[in-house]
């Protein structure tokens, strides 16, 4: 059965720190991993992966993805308070539906 | 370019009613899926369609739960006979091709009393 596993599953932090989420992968055909913020409503698009090594960033934000050791991360430097959120790991594999992990819960205190 | 359109964003419905939620994909997808959200759970895939057809519904009940994407109009997901264990945040997503990235709906809230 195809898994995602994030990492931590909630943590709190000071404005400016900088966080790493963890997500870890089991999945046949995996073609892409994507990364999605969800405030109190619809997951909002952040990025997709599908290239091991391949840094994408938007803004203070950027993913990373490791196909040999099957796990990707997600880095937000000098974070703020609307950054909190529950950010949703996914995979893409040879079928089309996504597989999510539970999420890790981002807190960012002022 | 409005995003995924989902109503209700509400719907509380009774044991045993019916409920009917709507989604409509951005403009330009033809891909559609919906999922379901439980409280401190990730969201579980339930059906893929595209126009007029079901492309894999793996993850949908199998009684009580239906889904359509007609030619014209909204894609429908329909629960019959709801029971509690079916409140939860049911989300739609959109998708330009497949695979490809999903974009998500605001979510219905069913609530089953």
């Known amino acids: 059965e195809d898994k995602v596993v994030q990492s931590p599953l909630s943590l709190v932090v000071h404005e400016g720190d900088t966080v790493t989420l963890n997500c870890s992968y089991e999945v046949t055909n995996f073609r892409s991993l994507l990364w999605y913020k969800q405030e109190k409503k619809a997951p909002t698009f952040l990025f997709m992966l599908t290239s091991s090594g391949i840094e994408k960033k938007s803004g203070r934000l950027s993913s990373i993805l490791d196909k040999k050791e099957l796990f990707s991360i997600l880095n937000i430097t000098a974070t703020q308070t609307g950054d909190s959120a529950v950010y949703l790991c996914a995979c893409l594999s040879g079928n089309t539906p996504l597989v999510f992990g539970k999420g890790t819960r981002l807190s960012v205190i002022a | 370019n409005a995003g995924v359109m989902q109503n209700p964003r509400h719907l509380v419905r009774r044991r045993g009613q019916e409920a009917r939620l709507r989604c409509s994909p951005m403009k330009g997808h033809s891909h559609v899926y919906w999922y379901r959200q439980l409280p401190e759970e990730g969201l579980k895939f339930m059906v893929y369609l595209q126009k007029e057809n079901i492309i894999d519904e793996s993850g949908m009940p199998k009684e009580r739960f239906s889904a359509e994407f007609p030619k014209e109009g909204p894609s429908i997901l329909r629960i019959q006979q709801v029971v509690r264990g079916d409140s939860a945040a049911y989300f739609c997503?959109?998708?330009?091709?497949?695979?490809?990235?999903?974009?998500f709906g605001p979510g219905t809230r069913l609530t089953v009393t």
């Open positions: 997503a959109s998708s330009p091709r497949a695979p490809g990235e999903q974009y």
